[in-house]
């Protein structure tokens, strides 16, 4: 393949050359798709109805929702009807919206789960000045960098990708259009692009992260202060989960990008592949919510309009 448009299509990686694992894989991630899916579905639904959960932090919790359910859509489905019918292609068009999509919700999900740091460091350490500084609009403020943030994320790396002719083959060494394989593809010089695309994604990755790490260090400051073991429990009970996602997220994009690329796949690439891609968006709705008092009992409120009750949407909302 001497130019761009003689690739019309990428082969992605076959999870295995079994038949009957081909169909375990397609029922394991449709378990998965499904469980992420509704449970994102519940949160929002939740949210949107009931005026109690009208507050900066469920507000976040939203979007979260929304960021990851874009994000584990953009690879599972594919990934079933591969696994269904046996075939290993995606189009040069749909391998572009793929790197397109995925990098626009996973730099939107991380710039806001940054702003969910910020709003519980106020909540707790700046607790009498919450609602001043945590008012609409300063959300909706902080809300909408997040969507920019992930937006200029995507047009940044899918040019920087799709900028280059392949003649490198086209077989992708992973379940998904993912930039670092398709950099192998490249016959065109791609330190400068690789230097533009890792100071990015130290800049927004890295950035964050260090503000995630501050803003906890005095948020554990502050909860190690407080009198009531209950009260610390409570707070650190809330601020865990958040922050180990995070690590995880971090961590595992952090290796999947910057590790030496090798010739052939490996077992540890794709579990990192899945870690990153597929089990934050699954584990959202129990570590956000499940633990979360409020959206427990809006979810229960939901359940009995919808099955005990003729369900209306104004008596949910009293």
């Known amino acids: 393949m001497s130019n761009q448009s003689s690739v019309s299509e990428f082969i992605l990686l076959r999870l295995s050359d079994v038949w009957e694992l081909h169909i375990l894989c397609f029922f394991m991630f449709l378990a998965i798709y499904l469980t992420a899916l509704m449970g994102n579905l519940l949160i929002i639904i939740a949210v949107v109805l009931d005026q ?190 958040h922050l180990t996602v995070v690590s995880l997220l971090v961590f595992s994009v952090t290796f999947a990008y910057f590790k030496p690329t090798s010739n052939t796949p490996s077992g540890l690439d794709l579990i990192v592949a899945v870690i990153y891609s597929v089990v934050p968006p699954t584990m959202n709705p129990i570590i956000y919510s499940m633990r979360n008092k409020e959206i427990l009992a809006a979810l229960r409120k939901l359940a009995h309009c919808l099955f005990f009750t003729d369900f209306q949407v104004p008596i949910f909302l009293k």
């Open 52 to 241: 109690s959960l009208h507050n900066p932090m469920h507000f976040f919790l939203l979007n979260l929702s929304i960021m990851v359910t874009g994000t584990i859509s953009v690879i599972i489905p594919k990934i079933m009807v591969n696994s269904l019918l046996n075939i290993r292609t995606i189009s040069y068009a749909g391998c572009t919206a793929q790197v397109f999509f995925f990098n626009f919700f996973a730099g939107a999900d991380f710039s806001l789960l940054t702003v969910m740091a910020y709003d519980c460091y106020i909540a707790i350490c700046k607790p009498l000045h919450y609602e001043l500084v945590m008012n609409r609009r300063t959300c909706v403020q902080m809300a909408s960098s997040a969507w920019v943030a992930g937006i200029l994320n995507s047009i940044m790396h899918t040019w920087n990708m799709f900028a280059f002719t392949f003649c490198g083959g086209n077989v992708v060494d992973l379940f998904f259009c993912e930039i670092p394989k398709l950099l192998k593809l490249s016959c065109m010089d791609t330190f400068f692009r690789e230097v533009c695309l890792i100071l990015f994604a130290v800049c927004l990755l890295l950035c964050s992260f260090i503000f995630i790490v501050v803003s906890y260090i005095k948020i554990f400051s502050a909860v190690l202060r407080i009198p009531s073991e209950q009260g610390r429990h409570k707070a650190f009970s809330a601020c865990i989960p």
